[in-house]
């Protein structure tokens, strides 16, 4: 069964409001979880990484303020899209690992339109 | 930074035959992890097959296998007895220091019936 649970599946929301999406980890704790985006018939693409109880580490390009992560316990990690606009709709996904040597579990993401 | 290179945009494959999918990858590590990804239409990403880079023994999978060469630094994926259900774009992917998955650009794989 699925070990990493994300929701929503599917949001369709208007330009300029925000939209949490959040990950969980259903069976283990997880201090560090990632956030991808993916665009049709593209690659995953890493937006920042996660950790628990400290800031997100944001790769370069992702706008900090356009994309909040809160990592606030060992099992959830939720990603806002602040002021979203339709550049922003997307596919997001997550993922987290159960220990270091063992491979990533994904959620299975999140598909968000902006009207 | 680590890079993941898949040259093959789109695969086609006769059901019950055998396809190859191929991925190069650039890196100054020598222990490391290597996966193949699944993503079907769904879009769920399942996990495939994974290598660590000190084994040299190939990872197989039931009918999925992978040939790695360290050297080249090559990780092809090798697809036996194709089913239906196999289409989807496969992902290959590094993971760096930190966790992190690098991922390469994917190949579409069609399966004919």
């Known amino acids: 069964g699925a070990v990493v649970s994300q929701h929503p599946s599917w949001v369709i929301c208007k330009s300029g409001t925000s939209v949490k999406i959040e990950c969980r980890s259903l069976d283990f704790q997880a201090t560090t979880m990632f956030w991808y985006r993916q665009f049709p018939k593209q690659s995953l693409m890493l937006m920042a990484t996660?950790?628990?109880?400290?800031?997100?580490?944001?790769e370069q390009g992702v706008e900090k303020d356009k994309f909040l992560i809160n990592h606030a316990s060992l099992t959830l990690s939720t990603l806002t899209v602040t002021s979203a606009h339709p550049e922003d709709s997307s596919f997001y996904i997550c993922s987290a690992n159960r220990a270091s040597n063992q491979p990533q579990h994904f959620g299975d993401g999140t598909r968000l339109s902006i009207l | 930074a680590q890079t993941v290179t898949q040259s093959q945009p789109e695969m086609s494959v006769q059901e019950a035959e055998t396809v190859t999918l191929s991925c190069t990858y650039d890196?100054?590590?020598?222990?490391?992890?290597l996966f193949w990804y699944k993503q079907p239409p769904s879009r769920q990403m399942i996990l495939v097959i994974r290598q660590e880079a000190y084994k040299q023994q190939n990872a197989t999978e039931n009918r999925f296998s992978v040939n790695f060469q360290k050297a080249a630094k090559s990780f092809s994926l090798k697809i036996s007895d194709s089913q239906l259900g196999d289409a989807a774009m496969y992902f290959c992917?590094?993971?760096?220091?930190?966790?992190?998955?690098?991922f390469g650009a994917g190949t579409i794989l069609r399966v004919k019936s």
């Open positions: 890196t100054s590590e020598s222990d490391y992890y």
């Open positions: 992917a590094y993971r760096e220091y930190g966790n992190k998955l690098v």
């Open positions: 996660s950790n628990e109880g400290s800031k997100a580490t944001y």
